[in-house]
């Protein structure tokens, strides 16, 4: 998450003494059910799982249990079990290590002074969940009733509908009493289950100063707290990480769905360093599954597999849709544009692109600081690693098992802004829906962009669901704002002169709806309020960016263009599940509309943002779309 803008500089020397002191073990392929090459593979399985990560994994494991199918799961990246993956400490020494993931350019962004931003995703077996920040957080209820709500009021994709998959997908382990006692956690196991092989857990131990930090969202009007960081609803929680307890290394798909079961189902294989190009069609029904070596730049070593009953891509947003559209399943213009042979007219392949923004709100710092430790002894104090790294090498516990941060704000627009979210709602509620998409964006995209529009000025209006979400890292320095519902669209494109190979064009359009500038310039004055006008003003907090100074909403605008960052990493709504009279890409039951035998379970198909981060719901939704997909006949 947020984290890394303050950390790349610093974290090389801390990484390698963090390295020595792991001594990782690493395993060769060979000895799991990893198929050596494309020689040892079957002609034929029941499925085929495009994308071997968060929601592909899970799937799989959840497809091959009863050993009735066979399941084939194709990864362009490789296992990898290295310290970067495992190591809780921090939360990000996966984001950071350039051999996990990808990191495409994006387009530049016209509202951020045409800067190019860095689009970043997991490449490994276990997906983005081997490189995340461990936060585990899930949205509020009105998202997911919003999602069900556009196909009317009878579908099961709603909170309830969704609720036994947050418990299937999660096993909760509830935090250590001295925690609870220190910082007044608020816990409710009756929204987590206890069966899955993914955990959430807390740390033993968290910095000092997220009392009095925590407390302080309280003195703001309107802010309340939660009985437990999943019951769907805002306020400031403390929430559970993405760590296995017994180990405390990261839980992720990876050891979650797939470590277990490598040897002992012989239904299962997995073949991993292979980039899927393309899916072939037998008349309008996916059949072939088209790959080739991850490295590889042309066609020469392309390999093909049959799926039997069905293709499932969880390739992830920003792959799914150049999947898709290299198969035919897109734009028509765009396929044309690309020379590829449209199989059926998607105009929502693509479009809908939303993600996070953060750098959006002032940083402070705390210039009396009576609190020891805190966050930036972990990073900086060479006594305190030493300190804290022998106490993990005796039991696992102490600081060394907090990853990115367990606690934070989820904050309604009418508390972010008593004075303008009325106003706000209002002038978005007004807008022509088309008048901010892409030039020529289809009718079914923008009647979809309507539908979304009128949901999301509900939950503008509404207190029970969060527009800002602050998350605190529990150090002198803070400022860590994430925009949970952005109105803006992007898109992801394939590259219209090399669909295949070339990475898809990403752009987020970010600030191209006016109304994303309107709600960001409010988040100013909210954090002052936060620092300034309530308890934590004994502290002394002095703004460091923008600074005091800058008060006119023109300065605060050109500040937010100069560094706000459109990405949170939590890419979602490029093959959305809307009806198809609102440019959706597949229906209620994940099928692609138009085609037979392919469906898509990975992210992408998420309407629009939970007012969360995105992990939770992936998982939940992959536990979904596994028993929709055995439910078929
Ligand atoms: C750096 C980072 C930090 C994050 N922090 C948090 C956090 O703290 N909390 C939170 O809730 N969420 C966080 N997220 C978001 C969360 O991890 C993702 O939303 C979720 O993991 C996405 O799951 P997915 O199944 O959609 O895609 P992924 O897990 O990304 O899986 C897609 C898989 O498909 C593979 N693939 C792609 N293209 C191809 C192809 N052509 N052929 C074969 N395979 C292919 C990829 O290699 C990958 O393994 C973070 C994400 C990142 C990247
Ligand atoms: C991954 O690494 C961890 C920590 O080193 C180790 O305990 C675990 O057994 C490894 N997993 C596999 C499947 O090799
Ligand atoms: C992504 O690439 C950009 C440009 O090369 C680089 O500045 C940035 O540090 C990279 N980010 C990550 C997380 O690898
Ligand atoms: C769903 O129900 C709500 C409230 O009862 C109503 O306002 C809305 O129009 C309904 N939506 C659909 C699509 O039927
Ligand atoms: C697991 O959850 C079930 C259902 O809530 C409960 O009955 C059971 O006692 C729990 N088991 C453990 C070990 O906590
Ligand atoms: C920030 O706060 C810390 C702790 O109080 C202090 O040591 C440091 O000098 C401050 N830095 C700035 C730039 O104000
Ligand atoms: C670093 O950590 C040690 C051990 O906890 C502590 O005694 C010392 O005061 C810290 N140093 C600074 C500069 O904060
Ligand atoms: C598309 O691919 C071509 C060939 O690889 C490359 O030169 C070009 O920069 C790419 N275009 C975009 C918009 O990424």
New binding site residues.
Partial sequence: MALTKFLIGTVGLILLRICDA?N????SISHSTILPGTHDLLPEYDYVVIGGGTSGLTVADRLTENGKYSVLVLERGV?Q?T?S??LVAGGFWGLIDPTLTFNISSAPQEGLNNRRISVIGGILLGGSSGVNGMQVVRGQKEDYDRWGAYFGNKSDWSWDGLLPYFRKAWNFHPPRPELVDQFGIKYDSQYWGNTSHIHASFPTFSWPVLEIEMAAFGDIPGVKYPSDSGAGETGAYWHPASVDPA?V?RSFA??GHW?EVEHKRSNYHTLTGQKVLNIKFQGRRARDVVFVPASATDRSRAYSVRAKKEVILAAGSIHTPQILQASGIGPEKLLRDAGIAPVVDAPGVGSNFQDQPFTVAPSFNFSSFPYHPDFYDLLLNQTFIAEAQAQFDIDRTGPMSIASGNCGSWIPLQVVTPRLWSAIAKRYEEQDPAAYLPKGTHKTVVAGYKAQQKALVKSMRSKDSAALNFFLRGGYEEGSIVYLHPTSRGTVHVNRTDPFFSPPVVDYRALSNPTDLEVLLEFTPFTRKYFLETRLKSLDPIELAPGADVTAPEDIEAWLRSVMVPSSFHPIGTAAMLPQSLGGVVDQNLLVYGVEGLSVVDASIMPDLPGSYTQQTVYAVAEKAADLIKSRR
């Fill in positions: 792991y990782p073990t690493t395993r296992f079990n310290t993956v495992t180990t290394l990876r050891p470590d």
